[in-house]
C-alpha cells in the first residue's frame, strides 16, 4: 500500500490516468469522460487504492485556506512584500472583495476537484468486489465530506452532486443547493464513513472513524446542533485514543507529526521536483506552500533554525499576542516575536533587512519554514514537509465543551472539564481553571478557542458562526461578509447566481 507522505506522487498519475487535471469546476474538455480508461483500468482492489490516494491529494492543494481563516479575522494581518503581493490575499484581509479573487477561485477548483475525483470512484464502485472495500469507500466519504464543508464555510450555498463526475454536458445545469442540503449530504458521508472506517490506519494521514467522527461534531457545531456534536465527540473522547501533548511545543514539529493529539493531519513531503509557479497545484509541489507564505523576509545570522527566504505573510496582530497571559505556554509557540528573538539569542547575530508589508514584528510561529526541512534539489520554496494539523485533540476538546454549554439541557461541568483539560497543559498546572458557567463559559470556551487554535485557520469561521464578526472587526458588514464571493469563472460559465453584496 502507498505510504500517505507519497500520495502527491500518485496524485499526479491519477491526473495522467483521467486524461487532464479540472483546471475549472465545469469547464472541461470532451476528452475527459473518461470512457477507455474507465474499462481499461479497474482491474485489481490496487487500481482502486491507488485512485483513492489520488483522492487524497486535493487537500495538499488547500494550503491557502488555513491562511484565510486568520488574516480574514483579528488575528493577523495580511502582510507580504507590498500591497499589491498577493492581491487576492489582501483583498480578503480588507474585505474588498470581487467575484474574480484569485486566492478563492483556487480553493472553489481544488475542493470540486478532489469531489470529482470522489465521485468517480463511486461511479466504478460495481466494478470489482475485493476485500477492505467498505473501508476504502469510507475513506471515500470522508473526503468529499471535508471537501464540501470547506466549500459551504467559505461560500455558502453551493452546487451539490454526488452520484457523478462532471462532464461538459453538466455546464449549464448545475445549480446553487442551500447549504442546508448541503451539511446534510455532509453529515450523510461522514455517518458512512464513521460506519466502515477503522480506528486506526496503518499508513498515516488516511482517515479513521475518530476523524470522522471529530470531523462530524465540528460540522454539527457549525449547524448550532448542539446535542448531536456533544454526543459524537464524547465519543472521539470517552475513546481514549488520543491524548494532549505534554508539551505543547511539540505538536508543531516534525518529530511531532502524527502523535497522540493528532486525529486528522494533511501530510506533505519535500520531494518534489516540480517548478510550475502557475495556479496548477498538481505540478507545483508536494510541499506545504502555508510555511513558505509564513517565513520570515531575509532572515539570517548563525544557526537560526528558520529559514530566510519566507513571504512574510499571515502576520500575528499585536492585539492576538496581547490576548496571552504571560504564563501561557502557547504564546511563544504561537506566535514569533523576532525581535525578541534576536535578543534572547545574541550570539546567532540575527538579522532580518526586509521588513514586510503591515509589519508587526509578529510571525505565525507554527507553520515557521524551517532549515533542513524542504527538498535538497529543485525548488526548496516549494516542498516544505509540514503537515497541516487540520484536527487535534485539544479542539476536540473545545467543541466538545462548546456543545455541552450550549446543549438544549446544558451540562456546564462537563464543558468546564474539557476545557480546563486544555488550559492545564498551557500552564502546566491547575490554577487557571474556569469555574464560570451560562453565558460566561460560553464566552470564555470560545476565547480559549482563539489562544489554542491561534494561528492555525479557525478564527474567521469561528466568529462567523457564533455571530461575533462584526463586534470584532469594524470592516465586516453583516449579511455579506458571512460568506466570500463565488468565483466570476462559475457565473461566466455556469450561470451560477452570486452571494449577496458581490
Known amino acids: 500500500m502507498h505510504k500517505m507522505k507519497n500520495m502527491k506522487i500518485i496524485g ?3 491526473l495522467f490516468l483521467l ?3 479540472c483546471n475549472k469546476f465545469v469547464d472541461y474538455k470532451a476528452q475527459e469522460d473518461y470512457i477507455v480508461t474507465t474499462a481499461d483500468y479497474f482491474k485489481t482492489s490496487s487500481d482502486y487504492q491507488s485512485l483513492l490516494v489520488g483522492c487524497y491529494a486535493p487537500l495538499q492543494w488547500l494550503w491557502s485556506d488555513p491562511m484565510i481563516g486568520d488574516i480574514a479575522s483579528d488575528n493577523a494581518m495580511c502582510g507580504g512584500e507590498s500591497a499589491v503581493d498577493n492581491v487576492g490575499m489582501q483583498q480578503i484581509h480588507n474585505f474588498q472583495l470581487v467575484p474574480n479573487n484569485s486566492v478563492l477561485t483556487e480553493s472553489w477548483t481544488d475542493c470540486f476537484e478532489g469531489i470529482n475525483r470522489v465521485n468517480y470512484l463511486y461511479q466504478n464502485k460495481g466494478l470489482l468486489n475485493f476485500s477492505g472495500k467498505d473501508a476504502l469507500y469510507g475513506e471515500a466519504c470522508f473526503l468529499r465530506g471535508y471537501y464540501y464543508f470547506e466549500l459551504v464555510k467559505l461560500f455558502g450555498d453551493v452546487p451539490l452532486f454526488t452520484d457523478h463526475k462532471l462532464t461538459v454536458s453538466d455546464s449549464k445545469t448545475l445549480k446553487r443547493t442551500s447549504k442546508t442540503l448541503i451539511y446534510q449530504q455532509i453529515e450523510s458521508d461522514l455517518t458512512t464513513a464513521i460506519a466502515s472506517l477503522p480506528k486506526v490506519q496503518t499508513d498515516k494521514g488516511r ?5 470522522a467522527q471529530a470531523l462530524l461534531g465540528k460540522v454539527y457545531l457549525y449547524e448550532n446542533k448542539f446535542d448531536s456534536a456533544a454526543a459524537i465527540l464524547e465519543r472521539v473522547i ?3 485514543a488520543f491524548t494532549l501533548t505534554s508539551n505543547f511545543g511539540d505538536i508543531f514539529l516534525k518529530s511531532g507529526e502524527n502523535n497522540a493529539e493528532s486525529v486528522f493531519e494533511i501530510q506533505y513531503t519535500n520531494l518534489g521536483i516540480a517548478h510550475d509557479w502557475n495556479t496548477n497545484n498538481v505540478l507545483r ?7 513558505q507564505f509564513c517565513g520570515i523576509r531575509k532572515i539570517a545570522g548563525t544557526g537560526v533554525p528558520y529559514a530566510g527566504n519566507g513571504y512574510s505573510f499571515d ?10 497571559s504571560s504564563t501561557d505556554t502557547r504564546k511563544d509557540i504561537s506566535i514569533l516575536n523576532v525581535a525578541a528573538y534576536a535578543s534572547a539569542n545574541p550570539s546567532m547575530g540575527i538579522s532580518y533587512t526586509d521588513a514586510p508589508y503591515q509589519n508587526t514584528g509578529l510571525y505565525n510561529q507554527k507553520y515557521q519554514p524551517r532549515v533542513g526541512e524542504s527538498s535538497a534539489s529543485g525548488d526548496q520554496q516549494l516542498n516544505y514537509l509540514n503537515n497541516y494539523r487540520a484536527l487535534r485533540y485539544a479542539d476536540v476538546l473545545l467543541m466538545a465543551a462548546e456543545a455541552n454549554n450550549r446543549a438544549s439541557t446544558p451540562n ?8 480546563n483539560l486544555v488550559r492545564r497543559r498551557a500552564f502546566g498546572n491547575d490554577s487557571h481553571s474556569i469555574v464560570a458557567t451560562g453565558t460566561t463559559l460560553k464566552q470564555a470556551i470560545w476565547d480559549e478557542r482563539r489562544l489554542e487554535l491561534a494561528m492555525e485557520g479557525d478564527r474567521f469561521f469561528d466568529l462567523v458562526r457564533t455571530g461575533q464578526a462584526a463586534s470584532k472587526m469594524s470592516a465586516f458588514k ?16 455556469s450561470g451560477l447566481s452570486q452571494n449577496p453584496g458581490y
Open 207 to 211: 482517515a479513521t472513524m475518530y476523524s
Open 478 to 493: 453583516v449579511g455579506r461578509n458571512e460568506v466570500f464571493p463565488i468565483p466570476q469563472q462559475e457565473i461566466d460559465i
Open 12 to 14: 499526479v498519475a491519477f
Open 412 to 419: 456546564d461541568s462537563k464543558a468546564q472539564s474539557y476545557l
Open 285 to 291: 509541489s508536494q510541499g506545504n506552500m502555508l510555511v
Open 19 to 21: 486524461t487532464t487535471a
Open 238 to 240: 470517552n475513546s481514549n
Open 315 to 324: 502576520l500575528p496582530t499585536k492585539e492576538l499576542l496581547g490576548q496571552f
